[in-house]
């Protein structure tokens, strides 16, 4: 199997998201929320399907504006369910009008998501893991298993495997921590 650094360069819809996202850190409480939400989605498709659908999903989820989101009811979540530009699946549109709940708690809880992603990022004086992570987030949001916690912590960097050590990424995202 083919890494990611691998197939992705050059790739037309691959490409710009392994060369500008995939392992970049962010703050932004919409980025953080729509690589979340695109992550849930991703689940038994491929990511090309996710990417070529992006627009849909942002044009759908109000730009990904958390208390937008979040105030959604039963007129929005039936406008999704029928909106072809995105995965039309109940339990995806559920579980990301939940996790928009959660996050907008994250400001008076935290500070912001960015923030609670932080505070978590250490477990006993070291880095948390996978499996911990997956616990953690099995606990606080829906329909976020083992695989979609991996690659959402992967592309913002809190879990390492986002690239090879060798591709030339890396050093912008190192540029990009500071």
Known sequence: MSAYCDIAPGHPVHGPYHDHEYGFPTRDEAALFERLV???NQAGLSWETILRKREGFRHAYDGFDVDTV???GEAERARLLADP?????RL???AAIHNAQVIRGFRASHGGFADW???HA???GRPRDKPAW???FGRTFKFTGGEIVG?????LGYLPGAHRADCPVVARIAAARG
């Open 38 to 40: 695109l992550e849930i």
């Open 70 to 72: 979040a105030a959604y």
């Open 85 to 89: 530009g995105i995965i039309r699946n």
């Open 92 to 94: 995806k549109v559920n």
């Open 117 to 119: 992603l932080d505070a």
């Open 122 to 124: 250490t477990l006993d």
């Open 134 to 136: 997956v616990k953690l």
């Open 151 to 155: 690659e959402f912590l992967m592309s």
